[in-house]
């Protein structure tokens, strides 16, 4: 059944293993999957219920602009891309969290 989104939350730069006394931190994302939607698995995170404490304790935001959840995709498709999209992120720069 073709029901599971991957997703990206940005993450509050506190949640970097980079040192604050670095220049410039890069960005950090949670890269995951739901079969629910992504409004409500992020509702979920914060409220500590199935929760990532990554993202329990830093997340913002849900980033849009990172993924396409608007085709609806197979748990198997859904994981091979929530790993697909955590490597382009880290390639691009992002420190990424999830993404197993």
Do not use: W
């Not at 849009?64 to 790993?83: C, I, K, M, N, R």
């Amino acid at each position: 059944m073709n029901h599971h989104s991957v997703y990206v939350i940005e993450l509050d730069p506190a949640a970097s293993p980079v040192s604050g006394k670095a220049r410039r931190r890069p960005p950090c994302v949670y890269v995951g999957l739901t079969g629910l939607t992504v409004e409500q698995r992020f509702k979920n995170h914060k409220r500590g219920h199935k929760a990532s404490r990554i993202v329990f304790l830093h997340g913002k935001r849900i980033t849009h602009e990172l993924f396409d959840a608007s085709t609806p995709l197979g748990y198997g498709q859904a994981l091979e891309e929530e790993q697909r999209l955590a490597a382009s992120l880290r390639r691009r720069g992002f420190i990424v969290f999830g993404g197993h």
